[in-house]
């Protein structure tokens, strides 16, 4: 595998690209390939890299004999870990240390090892312990199994957390959620996709252009690699024994940023233009009907609200059923389908509309955002979420042979 140019100074050895393409072949001149690469980003963790570099080269050493390695990528850490990874390297054949200069980031410093690796499969654990290194021996067998992707997950059968508050939980159910609703079709593939412990094929992710904002480097994997089998392992997030945790309020912003960036980077720009012209229409019918509904045949507010929003809902199918999504409905003919798409279009719109009122009173009374501009932003998001939902629900191309 030939690794692309340096682009960045400092690095005790040779240095990866921050981002970009991993590529999938190997020149003549370079290293013979390895079974497995597991990278280990570390930023402040010398008094735990020791024993996570000891326990891994035990299972490893068992599991695969030399036939991996694992590297160290840090960030310049103040308490020195990268001169402590520098001498695990001497001690330890199958350890390589990199230090990153000018530059922090959990995703781009995995992305530097993985640009540097000679694994057919690639991987990445935290330096931190809380990720129990065994579990790597119930992962690897996910990938002899032919999984494309083995994750790690703190939500399916024998998985946990030790000791979390119950703030730490909602935060992480809710970033969650906000990722269901920004990338349903990525999100919503693992049960955990805020894990950053798993395994992948080089295969799956090669020629892929990766460009991750923050600490969520499973959430661009999913969305930009060529994942189509995925085994979950449970797993018991550990309590952090030594350092402080690295979870900030600027880590949920840069993950905020990353699923803004990844989902307009996958989104089908035609198709979703055609939607949003479409809803704007959408919005007019309802308002003259509204209008016509209350001032002419003197209707209560709440039945002239309905209605008039139901006309909207049938005005939008109708054009996305012709225009917007027109290719996927050749394919689905028959009036018993188009009902069917109809029925949960109608589904779609009204969890919309209640996930349009949830955002509004969460920015506005939660976290005091100005009531319009919590409108506008809501009306954003739901848009995004009824486009996504109803490309993957209403107009999913299924029992294309039934009559």
């Known amino acids: 595998m030939s690794v692309s140019k340096p682009s960045l100074p400092g690095l005790i050895s040779e240095i990866p690209q921050r981002r970009g393409h991993l590529e999938g072949g190997r020149s003549s001149s370079s290293p013979a390939p390895l079974q497995f690469s597991l990278v280990i980003p570390t930023y402040n963790e010398r008094h735990n890299l020791r024993s996570l570099i000891e326990?891994?080269?035990q299972l490893l050493?068992?599991?695969?004999?030399?036939?991996?390695?694992?590297i160290i990528v840090d960030d310049d850490s103040p308490d020195r870990t990268w001169e402590l990874a520098q001498d695990l390297a001497d001690s330890y054949p199958q350890v390589r240390a990199l230090r990153r200069q000018?530059?922090?980031g959990l995703s781009t410093a995995v992305i530097c090892g993985w640009q540097r690796a000679r694994g057919q499969i690639l991987g990445v654990i935290d330096a931190d312990l809380q990720h129990p290194p065994e579990v790597?021996?119930?992962?690897w067998q996910q990938i002899e199994r032919g999984a494309d992707l083995a994750l790690a997950s703190r939500h399916v059968d024998g998985g946990g957390v030790s000791d979390w508050s119950l703030r730490r939980r909602l935060l992480s159910r809710g970033a969650q959620l906000l990722g269901l609703v920004l990338l349903p079709?990525?999100?919503?593939?693992?049960?955990?996709?805020?894990?950053?412990?798993?395994?992948?094929?080089?295969?799956?992710i090669s020629e892929r252009f990766l460009d991750p904002v923050g600490y969520k480097i499973l959430i661009e994997v999913l969305g930009r690699g060529d994942i189509s089998w995925?085994?979950?392992?449970?797993?018991?997030?550990?309590?952090?024994?030594?350092?402080e945790s690295k979870v900030t309020w600027k880590q949920y912003w840069e993950y905020l940023q990353h699923l803004w960036k990844l989902r307009l980077d996958l989104l089908p720009v035609q198709r979703f233009l055609r939607f949003g012209v479409v809803g704007l229409s959408g919005v007019f019918i309802d308002l003259a009907v509204f209008y016509v509904l209350r001032e002419q045949w003197q209707l209560g507010l709440t039945r002239s609200a309905i209605l008039s929003a139901e006309v909207a809902i049938l005005n939008n199918f109708y054009w996305n059923d012709i225009w917007t999504f027109s290719d996927l409905s050749r394919q689905q003919q028959g009036w018993?389908?188009?009902?069917?798409?109809?029925?949960k279009f109608n589904m779609v719109c009204l969890a919309g509309l209640i996930l349009n009122v949830l955002i509004v009173n969460l920015l506005f009374n939660l976290l005091g955002v100005n009531e319009y501009l919590a409108k506008l932003l809501a009306i954003a998001l739901v848009t995004l979420w009824n486009f996504s939902i109803n490309l993957k629900l209403s107009w999913r191309v299924t029992d294309v042979s039934d009559p």
């Not at 050493?61 to 694992?70: P, S, V």
């Open 61 to 70: 050493d068992r599991l695969l004999g030399h036939d991996y390695e694992l």
């Open 336 to 343: 018993r389908k188009r009902v069917k798409r109809l029925l």
């Open 185 to 204: 079709g990525v999100v919503g593939r693992v049960s955990d996709p805020m894990s950053g412990f798993f395994l992948v094929r080089r295969a799956a």
């Open 230 to 243: 995925i085994g979950e392992v449970g797993y018991v997030f550990q309590e952090r024994e030594q350092g």
């Open 55 to 57: 326990r891994l080269s």
């Open 136 to 139: 790597l021996e119930q992962l």
């Open 102 to 104: 000018g530059e922090r």
